[in-house]
Protein backbone atom coordinates (compact mmCIF):
# COMPACT_ATOMS: atom_id res chain seq x y z
CA UNK A 1 0.00 0.00 0.00
CA UNK A 2 1.46 3.15 -0.85
CA UNK A 3 1.31 6.05 0.61
CA UNK A 4 0.48 8.14 -2.52
CA UNK A 5 -2.30 6.98 -3.98
CA UNK A 6 -2.66 6.42 -7.95
CA UNK A 7 -5.33 5.60 -10.09
CA UNK A 8 -3.71 2.13 -11.48
CA UNK A 9 -4.48 2.68 -14.79
CA UNK A 10 -5.40 4.98 -17.25
CA UNK A 11 -6.59 5.16 -20.84
CA UNK A 12 -6.62 7.93 -23.89
CA UNK A 13 -7.06 7.74 -27.69
CA UNK A 14 -4.82 10.13 -30.04
CA UNK A 15 -5.30 13.49 -29.41
CA UNK A 16 -7.11 13.45 -26.06
CA UNK A 17 -6.57 15.08 -22.50
CA UNK A 18 -5.88 12.60 -19.52
CA UNK A 19 -4.91 13.61 -16.49
CA UNK A 20 -3.54 11.52 -13.93
CA UNK A 21 -4.59 12.08 -10.24
CA UNK A 22 -2.10 11.44 -6.60
CA UNK A 23 -3.36 11.54 -3.31
CA UNK A 24 -2.03 12.04 -0.06
CA UNK A 25 -1.62 14.07 3.27
CA UNK A 26 -0.51 17.05 4.87
CA UNK A 27 2.53 15.49 5.77
CA UNK A 28 3.24 14.94 2.04
CA UNK A 29 1.66 16.27 -1.03
CA UNK A 30 -0.10 19.03 1.77
CA UNK A 31 3.12 20.66 2.42
CA UNK A 32 5.72 19.83 -0.06
CA UNK A 33 6.82 19.92 -3.79
CA UNK A 34 5.44 16.60 -5.49
CA UNK A 35 6.91 15.55 -8.60
CA UNK A 36 5.91 13.58 -11.44
CA UNK A 37 7.89 10.62 -13.33
CA UNK A 38 7.40 8.54 -16.91
CA UNK A 39 8.88 5.32 -16.93
CA UNK A 40 9.30 3.51 -20.48
CA UNK A 41 9.07 -0.43 -20.24
CA UNK A 42 12.87 -1.37 -19.71
CA UNK A 43 13.82 2.00 -19.08
CA UNK A 44 14.94 3.93 -15.84
CA UNK A 45 12.21 6.65 -14.62
CA UNK A 46 12.37 10.22 -15.98
CA UNK A 47 11.71 13.67 -14.43
CA UNK A 48 8.52 14.88 -16.02
CA UNK A 49 7.34 17.58 -13.37
CA UNK A 50 9.15 18.92 -11.17
CA UNK A 51 8.37 20.94 -8.13
CA UNK A 52 4.25 20.82 -8.69
CA UNK A 53 4.51 22.03 -11.87
CA UNK A 54 7.61 22.84 -13.30
CA UNK A 55 8.80 20.87 -16.82
CA UNK A 56 12.49 20.38 -17.10
CA UNK A 57 14.23 21.69 -20.46
CA UNK A 58 12.92 19.22 -23.38
CA UNK A 59 10.15 18.19 -21.61
CA UNK A 60 6.88 19.08 -24.25
CA UNK A 61 4.75 21.81 -22.85
CA UNK A 62 1.83 18.84 -23.73
CA UNK A 63 2.58 17.83 -20.29
CA UNK A 64 1.82 19.94 -17.25
CA UNK A 65 1.24 19.24 -13.69
CA UNK A 66 -0.73 21.00 -10.39
CA UNK A 67 -1.61 20.60 -7.12
CA UNK A 68 -4.24 21.77 -4.62
CA UNK A 69 -4.23 20.80 -0.93
CA UNK A 70 -3.52 17.02 -0.62
CA UNK A 71 -3.68 16.17 -4.24
CA UNK A 72 -1.88 16.59 -7.29
CA UNK A 73 -2.40 15.46 -10.96
CA UNK A 74 -0.62 15.18 -14.12
CA UNK A 75 -1.95 16.11 -17.78
CA UNK A 76 -1.27 15.02 -20.52
CA UNK A 77 -2.43 16.35 -24.04
CA UNK A 78 -2.86 15.96 -27.21
CA UNK A 79 -2.27 12.32 -26.38
CA UNK A 80 0.97 10.43 -29.02
CA UNK A 81 1.29 6.51 -28.99
CA UNK A 82 4.97 7.20 -27.50
CA UNK A 83 3.08 8.37 -24.31
CA UNK A 84 2.25 4.71 -23.32
CA UNK A 85 4.18 4.45 -20.38
CA UNK A 86 4.50 4.07 -16.37
CA UNK A 87 3.60 7.34 -14.47
CA UNK A 88 4.50 8.41 -10.48
CA UNK A 89 4.54 10.71 -8.79
CA UNK A 90 6.68 11.54 -5.57
CA UNK A 91 7.11 13.77 -2.82
CA UNK A 92 8.76 14.25 0.44
CA UNK A 93 7.00 12.61 3.89
CA UNK A 94 7.00 15.15 6.88
CA UNK A 95 5.77 12.16 9.54
CA UNK A 96 8.04 8.88 7.92
CA UNK A 97 11.15 11.55 6.96
CA UNK A 98 11.38 10.40 4.15
CA UNK A 99 10.73 10.26 0.27
CA UNK A 100 7.82 9.00 -0.90
CA UNK A 101 6.09 7.46 -4.37
CA UNK A 102 2.93 6.77 -5.49
CA UNK A 103 2.12 3.27 -6.82
CA UNK A 104 2.17 4.28 -10.43
CA UNK A 105 -0.51 4.45 -13.51
CA UNK A 106 -0.47 2.48 -16.60
CA UNK A 107 -1.16 4.77 -19.34
CA UNK A 108 -2.68 2.72 -22.47
CA UNK A 109 -3.01 4.63 -25.74
CA UNK A 110 -5.93 3.44 -27.31
CA UNK B 1 26.10 16.06 -18.50
CA UNK B 2 25.14 14.23 -15.14
CA UNK B 3 25.36 10.24 -15.08
CA UNK B 4 25.20 7.75 -12.71
CA UNK B 5 26.35 4.30 -12.94
CA UNK B 6 25.36 1.17 -10.71
CA UNK B 7 27.35 -1.83 -10.21
CA UNK B 8 27.52 -4.77 -7.83
CA UNK B 9 26.61 -8.65 -8.04
CA UNK B 10 23.93 -9.49 -9.84
CA UNK B 11 23.11 -12.65 -7.49
CA UNK B 12 23.02 -12.55 -3.85
CA UNK B 13 22.13 -15.43 -1.79
CA UNK B 14 19.48 -15.59 1.04
CA UNK B 15 20.43 -13.96 4.50
CA UNK B 16 23.66 -12.66 2.91
CA UNK B 17 24.60 -8.91 2.17
CA UNK B 18 23.63 -6.97 -0.92
CA UNK B 19 25.99 -4.61 -1.75
CA UNK B 20 26.15 -1.42 -4.55
CA UNK B 21 28.22 1.06 -5.87
CA UNK B 22 26.96 4.17 -8.11
CA UNK B 23 29.89 5.89 -9.54
CA UNK B 24 28.95 9.90 -9.88
CA UNK B 25 30.42 11.56 -13.17
CA UNK B 26 29.05 15.11 -14.45
CA UNK B 27 29.01 16.45 -10.88
CA UNK B 28 30.15 16.03 -7.26
CA UNK B 29 28.53 14.27 -4.79
CA UNK B 30 30.16 16.92 -2.48
CA UNK B 31 27.56 19.47 -4.06
CA UNK B 32 24.40 20.49 -2.35
CA UNK B 33 22.53 17.40 -3.17
CA UNK B 34 21.16 14.30 -1.69
CA UNK B 35 22.06 10.74 -3.36
CA UNK B 36 19.49 7.98 -3.43
CA UNK B 37 18.87 4.33 -3.75
CA UNK B 38 15.11 3.56 -5.25
CA UNK B 39 14.30 -0.09 -6.20
CA UNK B 40 11.50 -1.63 -8.29
CA UNK B 41 10.11 -5.08 -8.03
CA UNK B 42 9.89 -6.85 -11.20
CA UNK B 43 6.32 -6.10 -12.71
CA UNK B 44 5.96 -3.69 -9.40
CA UNK B 45 6.31 0.04 -8.67
CA UNK B 46 9.26 2.52 -6.77
CA UNK B 47 10.19 2.04 -3.50
CA UNK B 48 12.49 4.54 -2.44
CA UNK B 49 15.11 2.67 0.08
CA UNK B 50 17.25 6.12 1.43
CA UNK B 51 19.43 8.84 0.55
CA UNK B 52 23.31 10.11 1.80
CA UNK B 53 24.01 14.12 1.95
CA UNK B 54 28.46 14.69 1.44
CA UNK B 55 28.10 15.41 5.22
CA UNK B 56 27.55 11.82 5.75
CA UNK B 57 24.03 12.50 6.94
CA UNK B 58 21.08 9.91 5.58
CA UNK B 59 17.92 9.29 5.89
CA UNK B 60 16.12 5.33 5.56
CA UNK B 61 12.66 4.10 4.33
CA UNK B 62 11.31 3.22 7.93
CA UNK B 63 10.56 -0.19 6.14
CA UNK B 64 14.07 -1.15 5.72
CA UNK B 65 16.15 1.45 8.09
CA UNK B 66 17.13 -2.00 10.03
CA UNK B 67 18.56 -3.79 7.49
CA UNK B 68 20.14 -0.79 4.99
CA UNK B 69 23.28 1.16 5.22
CA UNK B 70 24.54 3.99 2.67
CA UNK B 71 27.74 5.19 2.79
CA UNK B 72 29.37 7.70 0.67
CA UNK B 73 33.29 7.59 -0.59
CA UNK B 74 34.48 11.23 -2.02
CA UNK B 75 37.54 11.06 -2.88
CA UNK B 76 35.86 8.22 -5.72
CA UNK B 77 32.78 10.30 -6.17
CA UNK B 78 30.57 7.82 -5.50
CA UNK B 79 28.05 6.78 -3.30
CA UNK B 80 27.25 2.70 -1.92
CA UNK B 81 24.10 0.79 -0.37
CA UNK B 82 24.32 -1.83 1.52
CA UNK B 83 21.05 -4.38 2.46
CA UNK B 84 21.72 -7.09 4.92
CA UNK B 85 19.64 -10.22 5.30
CA UNK B 86 17.75 -10.41 2.25
CA UNK B 87 15.17 -12.85 1.15
CA UNK B 88 13.65 -13.17 -2.09
CA UNK B 89 11.48 -9.91 -1.65
CA UNK B 90 14.17 -7.86 -1.83
CA UNK B 91 14.69 -9.18 -5.70
CA UNK B 92 14.25 -5.83 -7.60
CA UNK B 93 16.30 -3.40 -10.16
CA UNK B 94 17.79 -1.40 -8.04
CA UNK B 95 18.31 2.46 -9.31
CA UNK B 96 20.65 5.45 -7.92
CA UNK B 97 19.31 8.92 -8.62
CA UNK B 98 20.15 12.38 -7.55
CA UNK B 99 17.63 14.02 -5.54
CA UNK B 100 15.65 15.78 -4.23
CA UNK B 101 14.18 15.88 -8.06
CA UNK B 102 15.36 12.85 -8.90
CA UNK B 103 16.02 14.18 -12.35
CA UNK B 104 19.28 12.31 -12.44
CA UNK B 105 19.26 8.08 -12.68
CA UNK B 106 21.30 5.18 -13.32
CA UNK B 107 20.41 2.51 -16.06
CA UNK B 108 19.74 0.13 -13.08
CA UNK B 109 20.96 -2.75 -12.26
CA UNK B 110 18.60 -6.48 -11.19
CA UNK B 111 20.10 -8.20 -8.34
CA UNK B 112 18.25 -11.36 -7.43
CA UNK B 113 18.77 -13.03 -4.49
CA UNK B 114 18.37 -16.59 -4.84
CA UNK B 115 20.56 -19.92 -3.86
Known amino acids: QSVLTQPPSASGTPGQRVTISCSGSNSNIGSNHVYWYQQLPGTAPKLLISRNNQRPSGVPDRFSGSKSGTSASLAISGLRSEDEADYYCAAWDDSLRGRVFGGGTKLTVL | QVQLQESGPGLVKPSGTLSLTCAVS?????????WSWVRQPPGKGLEWIGE???????NYNPSLKSRVTISADKSKNQFSLKLRSVTAADTAVYYC????????WGQGTLVTVSS
Open chain 2, 52 to 58: IYHSGST
Open chain 2, 26 to 34: GDSISSRNW
Open chain 2, 97 to 104: ARVPEFDY
